[in-house]
């Protein structure tokens, strides 16, 4: 079974968690990026609270080779960010797809949106996990 994994990343983070998780599940790796770098406060957690999606530019591995999608997103806001949203609107359908979503306090209030657009696309969320990142000074 191929599979990709696909994250955003604003500060490094969830890159880091990424590039992980894809050596671990022997998965090719792709990396989400807006067409502009708009910023977070307040502009983006605005658009993510609203559900917003930002344009984002061309991966450089299509989803559609592969079949199941590992999404590697942080939380801004309680929500996923708006190029993330962005991601959800290109996805391609008949996918089994799993999302991690990494904030600071291991919480979000977006598990139901999440599930919502994935079903949406015509995919099949396999699974969900919200995981707690601690900041790099936090340890
Ligand atoms: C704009 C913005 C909004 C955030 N909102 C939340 C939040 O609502 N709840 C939370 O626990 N963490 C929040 N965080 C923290 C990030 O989700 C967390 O640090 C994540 O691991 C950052 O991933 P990254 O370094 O890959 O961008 C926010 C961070 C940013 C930059």
Redesign the pocket.
């Known amino acids: 079974m191929k599979t990709l994994v696909i994250y955003y990343?604003?500060?490094?983070?969830?890159?880091e968690a990424a590039i992980e998780l894809a050596a671990k599940e022997a998965a090719d790796i792709t990396e989400v990026k807006d067409v502009r770098r708009k910023k977070?406060?307040p502009l983006?957690?605005l658009a993510a609270i609203r559900g917003k999606a930002w344009p984002i530019q061309a991966l450089d591995k299509d989803p559609a080779a592969y079949d199941r999608l590992i999404i590697l997103s942080?939380?801004?806001?309680?929500n996923p960010p708006p190029a993330v949203n962005g991601l959800f609107a290109q996805l391609p359908k008949g996918k089994k797809i799993s999302v991690k979503m990494?904030?600071?306090?291991g919480q979000s209030n977006c598990r139901e949106r999440v599930k919502k657009v994935i079903k949406l696309k015509g995919c099949v969320l396999e699974g969900y996990e919200d995981i707690r990142?601690p900041?790099k000074d936090a340890g």
């Open positions: 990343s604003y500060t490094g983070h969830t890159k977070a406060f983006g957690c942080p939380i801004w806001a309680g990494n904030s600071a306090g990142v900041g």
